[in-house]
């Protein structure tokens, strides 16, 4: 506690460049936690200034008290030395407090340029009075370099776009202070190379940034200093230009983590999934959303469909699983064709499947535990009477053994309200019950989205044991360091076509991304596609 | 030690409990005040006379008379609760709970004057009305997405005049009223095995009351123990999660509807087969039951067990109404004040959620004069 007082106060010496906001000594409660507990976060002129922290670390919350949408309990916020009070996001828009959140906040059928007016548009005698705004806006967007068309309509232009004109809807606001909440998490690698130098101008130019995210890489490369916090509490903040990747990942976490992913050699075995010639409707547009899809997965090892967000991954997935019926094509599970097979069928038959949503699809938030722990095996013998009655001492025994053995941690144990779990916690509990079904196809689809580096580390491992364990494993991700770490063999999707299969050990992230954004496209000829030709294949010179 | 403080103030089923106290209190305000802007001198009397009820009555025989009156239209009110609370549970707004129990009373009562059966078949036949009108809502729902809010409350209007119209050839020569069952067909009546005699010899106190009570009983039970309120549960809580685990939706959505059906079909039964009361082929609305059902579930918040109660007190005061003065209040004000009690009974979720964010807003304000600096 001292030690860290000590390093707030370094920070207030006299000399220092003056703080645009300094929010000093925050707390804030909710029944039962403290996510804000004493938090200091001086952020300079013109500095970027990331705030680094595992999900339930209190970054949220923190910007949420900077944007008036929570009242912190103590401590106090002062805008340029003087103190100010934020009672609602109207004052944050007064102050100058802009946030570019991380789901954007755009009206879809609305032209970009509507939307970075929308609320504060001019008027003329009641009539809109554009001209005037669309200078100013091509101004900015000149200024800054971010590219976009006014013109379009926000549902047509790449996220990428999309971002640039949140960015732009902040600085028509004047707004002085710009938040980006985790702004990376959509774009495709190009896209935050670009974002990155955008950043740097609008810091250049005297705006003052505060960068949320969990990416040390990025955070390494355009920000100033860091402040990290860990459970609710401030831990540090560190200059970027005297630390390390390593020493940040340990104020986060609280340990030493291993951030490369360790593995031995996959020896794949035989094919267990085979995909051929698969299409799903898209239920955004007429045309299907996965086309003509064939790949296989085989025992021991890990194929990675890597892809950006909304190229079909999602309903290539609902479409293996059952959650959607097939346009054409065939699925095959170890030899055995399921193309017609319900979902409870699937999943008898040996496919488990770690859902995208774990709110949507993967748990009943409102279930205790040891019934979500249960819930793709309730109807067996194990805990269901032959008259039709659970066998509550079996159903909890079990769940006690699974939360043991995966150590899923919740307030009341296998009793607990699974929507009072951390996010962390409640995958590790559908990894826990994916997993003891012991299938033979394990799906999952960006299973280590929005957790923390420990509970990343911890699921990778599981993916790898179960390789090694002999099974094919089927990872969906849209993070590239995942994808290029953990897997065996790499798929790139880009508007619902597999465009390359590539060995991670013999590509990069500047290759994938440019098959990721079309740039590029192998020959299918080329590809072992299928995996029935296997020599051709680019992954097994092994 | 997160409970202790907290305290039983945050206990869910005493919140259930105390905001479902809160409706009445708030209801009955609500009734007085309108009963005062009517007539102000006879306002305290109505307002007693209300919930008072049968305690009007000055003799303990006569109360118990009006007492077993009152549980006789219990046990249908019951019935119907239970059923949109069956389906509430999976997700699913069974506001077609008039009209099952409209089609429950017209096929029991068809197969007690027309067919001449014996009670115990007559109100399996009401069940298999209510089912399979409800059936006709689930399938709509499962296989063409049919909200089921809509196509229940179309249905409930099919079904009256249905009734009206198959009930017709068993109605009385000079009234609108179906025939007596008693005098018909007597072993249509539900028989009352001695509970009679508990109420001054109220021959309309049957079995019903009990078997109403035991549904709600087993209701319980299915959802809680058995693995198919579990999936029905899961599915209420969350329709995409109960997909992801390969539970078929459709079934037992259709399922789930045709025992609400099944439930709200053997409450007109209860009723019908008691020989209180008699369907008039004339009527031109859907029975107030099966939609009182709704307000007593929510008052009995959305537990079968605390449905019995709510229950019974919703036909308290409707039953009260009729103590009213005739002279001074116009016939229709004792309908007004019980639907004005029951339309706050939905609030009861309201009140659940007021009390909630005072609840924690208290805490917060609490911690933060404990631990301040």
Redesign the interface.
Known sequence: MTAEMEKTMEHMEPGSQPYAIEMLHITK?F??IIANDDITLQLRKGEIHALLGENGAGKSTLMSVLFGLYQA??GSIKKDGKEVRIQNPNDANDLGIGMVHQHFKLVHCFTVLDNIILGVESTRNGLLEKKEARRRVAALSEKYGLKVDLDAMVEDITVGMQQRTEILKMLYRDNEILIFDEPTAVLTPAEIDDLMLIMKSLAKEGKSILFISHKLNEIMSVADRCTVLRRGKYIGTVDIKDTTREELSRMMVGRDVQLEVEKNESRPGKEILKVSNMSVASKMHKNNAVKNVSFTVRAGEIVCIAGIDGNGQRELVYGL?G?EPLAGGQIFLNGKDITHA??????VLGMS?I?EDRH????????SLE?NLI??G??KQQ??SRM???K?PDIRAYANKLIEQYDVRS?QGAVSQVRSMSGGNQQKAIIAREIDKEPDLLIAVQPTRGLDVGAIEYIHKKLLAQRDAGRAVLLISLELEEVLSVSDRILVMYEGEIVGEFDPRKTNREELGLYMAGAKKQDPGRRSGTGINQEGGPSHES | M?AEK?GFLANEGFQSVLASFLCILVGILFGYIVLLLINGEGANKAILAILKNFMTYPSRAAQMKYLGNTLVKTAPLLMCALSVQFCYKAGLFNIGVAGQYVAGAGMCLYAALIWKLPWFLCVPFAMLAGAALAAVTGFLKAYRNVNEVISGIMLNWITLYSVNMLLSPAKEVSSPYTVQVASTNPSALIPSMGLGSLFSKNKYVTIAIPLSILCALLIWIVLN????G??L??TG??K?????????EKKNTILTLMIGGALAGMGASFLYLSGYEQWSCTQSSVPGMGFNGIAATFLGGLHPIGTVFSSYFIQHITSGGSFLDKAVYPSQISDLISSIIIYLCGFVLFFKTFLNSRL?AR??AG??GGSG?
Not at chain 1, 342 to 347: G, L, T, V
Not at chain 1, 360 to 367: A, E, F, N, P, S
Not at chain 2, 225 to 228: E, H, I, L
């Open positions: 409660r029944p039962g309990e103590e699983s959650l319900s979902i409870r069928e699937r999943s499947h859902p949507k699809h993967g748990l009943v938030l409102d279930y019934y819930l793709q309730y109807f805990f269901r039709g009655f659970l509550r307030g | 997160k907290k123990k058995t693995v198919f579990y999936e549960r899961a809580l969350n995409d999660a109960a997909k992801y685990s390969g539970m078929k924690s805490q917060d911690r933060k600096k």
